[in-house]
């Protein structure tokens, strides 16, 4: 067990940690990345601020939120609105471009590596930067699935066509697979009732495939992708391996800090990187073995791309 209170920023005294930890990038057998949401906040995944007010201000003059978060959790008094609401969210976090492109800065990093990647983000950002599915592990599901929300069965079903539907139902436009907004307005917050997802076994509404409780369905493909990691890390123990930990705070450390520190101990040939803005350490049991930098991440995968 780890002493939380034993903990240092980093081991190593050089100022020019980027070029270290690109070094370290190079001379690894396999590189396993964990990614949090900082990772996404870095490339402009903000849930306030600009992006909340071009598309939900219609929401926040009517219900007082001010940011994503709240209004996912507000309790709308119909279906329809509760839909509106949750068609902008999936779309604006799933389905359109992260602002910078700090994922593709990564995986031009890692491409020619032996990877995988253990993610609680849900916002597919690593498929559509080019990494291979096969490599990729959502733990905590994955914006663009339904499932049943009681469940009654243990399928989930992709939603990019209903979701397309209900957004372009409010009077959104969409242009190159973003949002636009039409000179006179957003017509409503809600959508046609036809719209509303089911189950198609027990009728029941569906739910966005999520880990917010015991209702998460870990289906067949997160099953696949769990035993693809598990595999992975049992096949590359013994090499030269590189934990390149992402944006990952301590609402569930459970899933990656704490393997990744754990493992970084137990594995002689392994280095543990962190880079998170504010909430960079490690343990001082990997510290020899541990580069951490408190820095914003797009910023230091900039240094990386040109170190």
């Known amino acids: 067990m780890f002493l939380k209170m034993k903990m240092t920023e980093s081991t190593d005294s050089s100022s020019d940690k980027p070029a270290l930890i690109k070094e370290k990038i190079a001379s690894a ?5 964990g990614a949090g949401a900082g990772l996404s906040t870095s490339a402009g995944f903000t849930y306030s601020g600009e992006r909340f007010d071009t598309y939900f201000s219609d929401f926040a003059r009517q219900y007082g939120f001010s940011d994503m978060y709240a209004g996912g959790f507000f309790p709308y008094e119909t279906l329809e609105e509760h839909w509106g609401y949750w068609s902008r ?17 990564l995986f031009e990093l890692v491409k020619d590596k032996d990877y995988f990647v253990l993610t609680t983000n849900v916002d597919h950002c ?14 905590q599901g994955d914006y663009g699935l339904f499932q049943c929300s009681r469940p009654c069965h243990k399928i989930t079903y992709e939603n990019e066509a209903i979701i397309r539907d209900m957004v372009l139902s409010q009077g959104f436009l969409i242009e190159n697979g973003a ?18 997802p089911y189950c198609p076994k027990c009728k029941r509404m569906m739910s ?9 369905v870990e289906d067949a493909g997160w099953h696949e992708a769990a035993g693809r990691y598990e595999h992975f890390i049992q096949t590359h123990k013994e090499k030269t391996l ?6 990952v705070g301590f609402n569930t450390p459970g899933i990656i ?10 594995f002689s040939k392994a280095t543990y990187v962190c880079l998170n803005q504010g909430e960079a350490f490690a343990p ?20 990386l791309r040109t170190a």
């Open 29 to 33: 057998d396999a590189v396993i990345i």
């Open 89 to 105: 969210y999936i779309y604006v976090n799933r389905y359109m471009d992260a602002p910078k492109t700090l994922y593709q800065k």
């Open 126 to 139: 690593f498929q559509k930067a080019g990494f291979d599915k096969q490599r990729l592990f959502y733990t």
């Open 179 to 196: 949002l636009v907004i039409p000179e006179e307005g957003i017509k409503m917050r809600t959508v046609p009732s036809a719209l509303v």
């Open 208 to 216: 966005m495939n999520l880990r917010a409780d015991n209702t998460f």
């Open 242 to 247: 590189l934990f390149l930990e992402l944006g």
């Open 257 to 266: 800090k704490y393997p990744f520190w754990q493992m970084t101990n137990s």
């Open 284 to 303: 001082d049991e990997i510290a020899p073995r541990a580069i951490c930098l408190n820095a914003d991440i797009d910023s230091v995968f900039e240094s």
